[in-house]
């Protein structure tokens, strides 16, 4: 079976290659954005099943790229914020965006698993 494709949508080269790595370890395709605007269009043009955002990025933040994949009734993506932005707030400001996970950093190799394969086996609507 073949895995299923992730973005992962992160402003730090080092922190955006070290959850790239973890999952192609892990066998998933990965696609990597730097900023807001280009994870948006990345996710318009290959349609991941999981998008991993994190919550400060360069042009649109993680929260407006959030709202935007779920406002879309042609996406049945889900998203999962990787911030360190670890307030209780922000995880439910994360949710109320309508992201369907999240997690705090530094990542935790299998927490990040943990969490990416809970969310990718349950069945998008």
């Not at 998933?28 to 998008?51: K, N, S």
């Not at 929260?63 to 990787?82: E, G, H, N, T, W």
Request: with cysteine.
């Amino acid at each position: 079976m073949e895995k299923q494709t992730i973005l992962v949508a992160e402003d730090s080269p080092t922190t955006r290659r070290k959850i790239a790595g973890i999952l192609e370890q892990q066998g998933y395709h990965v696609l990597t954005a730097e900023d807001g605007q280009q994870a948006i269009e990345l996710t318009l043009e290959h349609h991941p099943e999981l998008v991993v955002l994190d919550i400060v990025l360069p042009k649109k933040n993680g929260y407006q790229v959030c709202r935007s994949i779920k406002s879309d009734p042609d996406l049945a993506i889900k998203v999962m914020i990787v911030t360190s932005k670890a307030m209780e707030k922000d995880r439910i400001w994360s949710q109320r965006q309508g992201a369907d996970g999240y997690l705090a950093k530094p990542v935790d190799p299998e927490k990040l698993i943990e969490s990416v394969e809970s969310l990718i086996s349950v069945a998008t609507p």
